[in-house]
């Protein structure tokens, strides 16, 4: 039953990410592939913060009834194995990144690109957070 | 060395499952999977409250594998 339970969990997670992604490209779409500047990338960056850390937080503090508890050493020292091991990764796969474009030719980078991609890495690590802590 | 250990036996003879041992220890059943399958090894503050929550010695839960 429980694993049921933890199956349709991971299904809802699933559905909702596929959701974002939807109205990611409605949202590009109808903005005419323009991307937000200025307060209204404040506006979208804290909504998203909000919306993806907030309420999933707000969710598990009412969820604590079970007296089993969600986390445990074996979880801290999994997380912390993990996010070190994305640092490293990261900074290797940014420092190779960099040098190919400047290798062909790149001596810019626009601010959006870089926000679009520690938006994309933010993501990722959270979702390898979130697998992490379920073995 | 490997740690070797009996939790699983320890807690089968007192037929304890392990959400409920997992619930009196405060820790997840995932790890208790773990340790009884030799996959992690418990802090020795968690080792300490196996070790209270059995009633046993040290040397009749966790020992090292002879070579």
Known sequence: MRKMKKRYELLIYVFITLCSFVGLGLGVELAGGQLPLGSDLLFIILAGVIGG????????????????????????RMMKDYLLGAFVVVSLF?????????????????????????????????????????F | MRV?????????????TQVKMAEDLAITRQT???????????????????????????????YLEEE
């Not at chain 1, 062909?104 to 990722?124: D, F, K, P, R």
């Not at chain 2, 070797?4 to 007192?14: A, D, T, W």
């Not at chain 2, 773990?34 to 009633?55: H, Q, V, W």
């Open chain 1, 53 to 76: 850390i907030g309420f999933p937080m707000l969710l598990s503090w009412f969820k604590r009834k079970q007296r089993e508890p969600d986390m445990d050493e074996r979880t801290f």
């Open chain 1, 94 to 134: 940014s420092g190779v990144l960099l040098l190919v474009l400047v290798g062909i030719g790149y001596s810019t980078i626009e601010l959006g690109l870089i926000a679009v991609y520690g938006g994309a890495i933010v993501i990722l690590m959270t979702a390898g957070l979130f697998v992490v802590k379920r």
């Open chain 2, 4 to 16: 070797i250990n009996r939790v699983r036996e320890l807690r089968q003879q007192r037929s304890i």
């Open chain 2, 32 to 62: 208790i999977n773990a340790i009884e399958k030799g996959k992690y090894n418990p802090s020795l503050e968690l080792a300490l409250r196996m070790l209270a929550y059995f009633d046993v010695p040290m040397e009749q839960l966790f």
